[in-house]
């Protein structure tokens, strides 16, 4: 599933299509997806788009009386096409814009989301989300006052949506390598210092995953807009076996929390 990054830079890739435009209609073909499409997002008509945002994983286009949220899932992915072009087994939804253009949500396994947040609410799948990891909100105070409320492995903890959003399975594993912090750690062993350093190095990994995500990204009109993960050179995560790239000793592999767990035991403490 993509991580923050990836939905970032999908975020980044329709904002310029979407953003200003009227949203005259949508066509939903299959109502059906991972929670049926709602009665107020199938009503929507000739609304203008006030603005293209992300929280967490969701997209949110903003109108004037609430927002469409956006999911992706584990398959879907998004386009922007020609009024007109004929729709596919898997294009579900089309958000018809007056541009002449539409933006085309495909997801084959329908594990993605159409949503509806109203002006004033927080949709449930959103209210209870922590600080966004790229924001002032994520700082070294609030991730230790967490910490120390938990006793499970320190991976986990940065992986609750409810600490801090969007830290998923793979720059998890990445941050804690370059702060030097084992992943089985308890939450609440970790110090102030490490925890500063843990902030930095997880805001630094995001950082650098969107910015390269940014520098290769296609129009979403004349790619097929999936997100995928972007080709980096990835220091710890799927190198299980492989040696450390910083002291030559053989990467652990381990599972925690259902999830592949890469780390030095020589490096990280």
């Not at 804690?176 to 609440?188: E, Q």
Request: aromatic share 6%.
């Amino acid at each position: 599933m993509p991580e923050l990054p990836e939905v970032e830079v999908s975020c980044l890739g329709i904002r310029p299509h979407l953003a200003g435009q009227m949203l005259r209609h949508v066509v939903v073909r299959q109502r059906q997806l991972r929670w049926p499409v709602p009665d107020e997002v199938m009503a929507l008509k000739d609304e203008p788009i006030q603005a293209v945002s992300r929280r967490a994983k969701y997209l949110l286009i903003e109108l004037a009386e609430g927002s469409v949220l956006l999911h992706l899932g584990m398959s879907g992915h998004l386009k922007v096409l020609p009024q007109g072009t004929p729709a596919g087994k898997h294009d579900h939804v089309d958000f018809v814009l007056g541009s002449g253009q539409l933006l085309r949500l495909n997801d084959t396994r329908r594990f993605g989301a159409v949503l509806w947040q109203s002006v004033g609410e927080a949709h449930a799948l959103l209210s209870q989300l922590g600080p966004e990891p790229l924001t002032e909100a994520f700082n070294t105070e609030l991730l230790w006052q967490q910490c120390q409320k938990r006793g499970s492995a320190m991976k986990l903890v940065l992986m609750d949506n409810k600490v801090v959003v969007g830290v998923g399975n793979i720059y998890a594993n990445e941050a804690l390598f370059k702060a030097g912090i084992l992943p089985t750690r308890p939450a609440k062993s970790l110090s102030v210092t490490e925890c500063e350093r843990l902030v930095q190095e997880v805001k630094q990994t995001l950082a650098q995953a969107i910015a390269q995500g940014g520098t290769t990204l296609r129009d979403f009109s004349q790619s097929d807009g999936k997100p995928g993960y972007f080709k980096q050179e990835l220091l710890v995560y799927g190198r299980g076996a492989q040696p450390c790239v910083r002291c030559g000793e053989l990467l652990q592999e381990i599972r925690l929390g259902q999830r592949s767990t890469v780390f030095c035991q020589s490096c990280q403490l």
